[in-house]
């Protein structure tokens, strides 16, 4: 029997396309795989209930939150209480289906090849954690934001593991916000000394998990129909385990999904955008079958028109208009 690939995940109604996107995502890949949602509210609860779909446990939020939780729930905003509860859910998900492992991933992930190649990486080791990776441009973040992504952790239901997860969990319900403060930001920034904290922590190697804030350190093409990307600087190539579609803004227009983001690198429109839209597409039809009247998570055809204008105007011309809108500067009246 082949090894399973256990993941678990939060979203409501507002990514409930893009849950359905990495579901189908993980489908393709060909491995044995289970995906464990915490539905954020009773809509997306009824929704995957009813797509009965076969590697999926749905899990309500009564099912879910504890006193500490709930305790909490009412001091954050919806991210922040998402943010919040992730350890929760890979605990959950360990304790209450005893699981040998367990993965968690954020909903806006798409899986472009096995995640079999970041599960060798584990080895005997409890804790895998994945770096950012940020781009020159983006490296200060690092100090705000954290060296490590929660986008994709795995961890062994073992002592090592649960200790951290339960660390982890006392921190989130102790502070857990979207701001920098004391060395602190949301979830992530709590992951940056856990090489030295916790026993068993394995930092992946492999370059796979691609995001906008790293793609500019990358060129991107297909060999042998896989999606590979080349490190400008070592000329390195790896096959791309998945994208992160961090903050990317989707738009239905006549029933077509369009996916808009932090990039205008032809490669990765073509090669990893374009394929997502179109999966975005099936997951829409699949839920307009159940109910024709979901419309949730778009930006508006407004918003979508000023983007594709956008777009279409050269680099210099914008630059030309920048200059023009500018207000001019005036010297100081008076010394």
């Not at 909903?107 to 954690?129: H, M, R, T, V, Y």
């Not at 983006?138 to 090592?160: A, H, P, S, T």
């Not at 979830?187 to 922590?201: A, H, M, N």
């Not at 307009?288 to 210099?316: A, C, E, Q, R």
Request: aromatic share 14%.
């Amino acid at each position: 029997m082949s090894k399973k690939y256990n993941f678990c995940t939060l979203f409501n109604k507002k990514y409930l396309l893009y849950g359905l996107g990495l579901y189908h995502s993980l489908e393709k890949q060909n491995v044995n795989f289970h995906l464990y949602v915490v539905a954020f509210d009773d809509y997306t609860a009824d929704m995957l209930q009813k797509l009965n779909l076969s590697n999926l446990t749905m899990i309500t939020m009564k099912e879910f939150e504890d006193k500490k939780l709930l305790a909490v729930k009412p001091t954050r905003t919806i991210s922040e209480y998402c943010w919040t509860c992730s350890s929760s859910v890979i605990l959950y998900c360990l304790n209450n289906f005893k699981l040998e492992s367990c993965a968690y991933v954020d909903a806006d992930l798409f899986f472009f090849n096995s995640p079999k190649i970041l599960d060798d990486e584990l080895g005997s080791a409890s804790i895998s954690l994945s770096e950012h990776g940020y781009s020159a441009e983006k490296e200060k973040d690092v100090l705000l934001r954290g060296k490590y992504c929660v986008q994709y952790m795995r961890f062994r239901n073992d002592i090592n593991g649960l200790e951290a997860l339960r660390w982890w969990r006392e921190r989130c319900l102790e502070w857990c916000f979207n701001r920098v403060e004391n060395g602190k930001f949301g979830d992530q920034k709590y992951l940056d000394d856990w090489t030295e904290r916790f026993q068993g922590v394995q930092v992946l190697r492999h370059l796979g998990g691609v995001a906008s804030w790293n793609i500019n350190r990358y060129d991107f093409s297909t060999e042998n129909k896989i999606l590979t990307g080349i490190d400008k600087n070592t000329r390195q190539k790896f096959p791309i385990v998945f994208y992160h579609f961090h903050n990317a803004k989707i738009f239905n227009i006549f029933g077509r999904v369009y996916v808009k983001g932090f990039t205008h690198k032809k490669d990765v429109l073509g090669l990893i955008y374009k394929p997502y839209s179109k999966n975005m597409t099936t997951a829409l039809n699949l839920i307009k079958k159940i109910d024709p009247t979901f419309n949730d998570g778009f930006g508006s055809k407004k918003d979508f028109l000023f983007i594709m204008i956008k777009d279409l105007v050269p680099s210099k011309l914008k630059k030309s208009i920048k200059l023009y809108l500018m207000p001019k500067k005036h010297s100081k009246v008076g010394t």
